[in-house]
T-cell receptor, first 110, second 115 residues
Framework: DAKTTQPTSMDCAEGRAANLPCNHS???????VYWYRQIHSQGPQYIIH???NNETNEMASLIITEDRKSSTLILPHATLRDTAVYYC???????????FGTGTRLQVFP | NAGVTQTPKFQVLKTGQSMTLQCAQD?????MSWYRQDPGMGLRLIHY???????DQGEVPNGYNVSRSTTEDFPLRLLSAAPSQTSVYFC??????????????FGPGTRLTVT
């Protein structure tokens, strides 16, 4: 599985967009990009995933660069409840294992 | 659906004791896995299973055993607890395997302390 690099921490004002970057320069053509988050010490929560195209759901948007070497998770209107650790993970289609890094700790402030 | 359930929520063991962490899912998912999370760290894969009767090792399997006799249950056994196994343990499941295009469901976790 390709490794990912994320900033250790980020801040965002409530109501503003939170843009969380992820570098995955060694990603292979069959590897998906997944985003999860963990609030306090709860179980990780799935946010979104994508392969090549940009994706959007009710929680967030995922922007993947054309060369697929990096991606950005966008929370369009961050709230205090979005304060969490966000994990960017890449995984090949033929393996079910998720390899977590240390993630980005997002702090949303009033 | 109850999703992924884990018991107990909290457990304190003494060094050398053994115990089993329970995990169950009612979504008929083929794939189940166990992770541990140490303070301030990301999750690390311990063991996983792609179906009943099939298990395999993850990143940190030493000191743990698993079995998968049914689709629903995937217990994690600590054979002889050590303080280094103090951690939060998460169980997870996936509805499909081998496609990459799915989300993983996590349980609420078991907080284990070994003294």
């Amino acid at each position: 599985d390709a490794k990912t690099t994320q900033p250790t921490s980020m801040d965002c004002a409530e109501g503003r967009a939170a843009n969380l970057p992820c570098n995955h320069s060694t990603i292979s053509g069959n590897e998906y990009v997944y985003w999860y988050r963990q609030i306090h010490s709860q179980g990780p929560q799935y946010i979104i995933h994508g392969l090549k195209n940009n994706e959007t759901n009710e929680m967030a948007s995922l922007i993947i660069t054309e060369d697929r070497k990096s991606s950005t998770l966008i929370l369009p209107h961050a709230t205090l409840r979005d304060t969490a650790v966000y994990y960017c993970i890449v995984r090949a289609y033929n393996t079910d294992k998720l390899i977590f890094g240390t993630g980005t700790r997002l702090q949303v402030f009033p | 659906n109850a999703g992924v359930t884990q018991t107990p929520k909290f457990q304190v063991l003494k060094t050398g004791q053994s115990m089993t962490l329970q995990c169950a899912q009612d979504m008929n998912h083929e794939y189940m896995s166990w992770y541990r999370q140490d303070p301030g760290m990301g999750l690390r894969l311990i063991h996983y299973s792609v179906g009943a009767g099939i298990t395999d090792q993850g990143e940190v399997p030493n000191g743990y055993n698993v079995s998968r006799s049914t689709t629903e249950d995937f217990p994690l056994r600590l054979l002889s607890a050590a303080p280094s196994q103090t951690s939060v343990y998460f169980c997870a499941s996936i509805p499909l395997s081998g496609t990459g295009d799915y989300e993983q469901y996590f349980g609420p976790g078991t907080r284990l302390t070994v003294t």
